[in-house]
């Protein structure tokens, strides 16, 4: 079965999905978020395409291991999420996700132009393979 990640932002949600064995995570899309409703109901629409068994919410933590104010602002929203869907929602620390990913596409070339629109769903295809790979250990 499938898990689905999300690296939840003020602007954008990028996701990522694994595969069937649970064993690599591939980025599938970035939501432009416009309000709750319209956020829900594009999560809704992969949800039913990819038919996942979780959902996995990166999360950022202090340096003191609290999570930190956005931290809260994503449990809020994954709160919504956990209301609205009857999966699981599993939290992840997503800290230097985007850091991480952005170095990846770096190394690969890209301009900052292309990094830009795919950065949000590198970084969810960061916080799913760290995921995968902790449940494999």
């Known amino acids: ?34 309000s ?15 038919k996942p068994r ?10 003191e291991g609290g999570v930190s104010k956005r931290g809260d602002q994503i449990l809020r929203f ?4 956990r209301a609205e869907f009857s999966l699981p929602v599993v939290f992840w620390d ?12 770096i190394q690969s070339g890209l301009s900052r132009k292309k990094r830009k629109k795919v950065i949000d769903k590198m970084a969810a295809v960061f916080i799913l393979q760290e995921y995968l790979e902790s449940k494999r250990v």
């Open 1 to 34: 079965m499938r898990t689905i990640a999300l690296d939840v932002g003020t602007k954008t949600i990028g996701v990522a999905v694994s595969d069937e064995l649970g064993i690599a995570a591939n980025g599938i899309t970035t939501i432009q978020r416009k």
């Open 36 to 50: 709750i409703e319209q956020d829900l109901g594009e999560l809704n629409i992969l949800l039913e395409e990819y």
């Open 54 to 63: 979780e959902i996995l919410v990166g999360v950022p933590y202090n340096m």
């Open 78 to 81: 994954a709160d919504k999420i």
């Open 94 to 105: 997503e800290s230097f996700s985007t850091v991480n990913a952005e170095e990846k596409l």
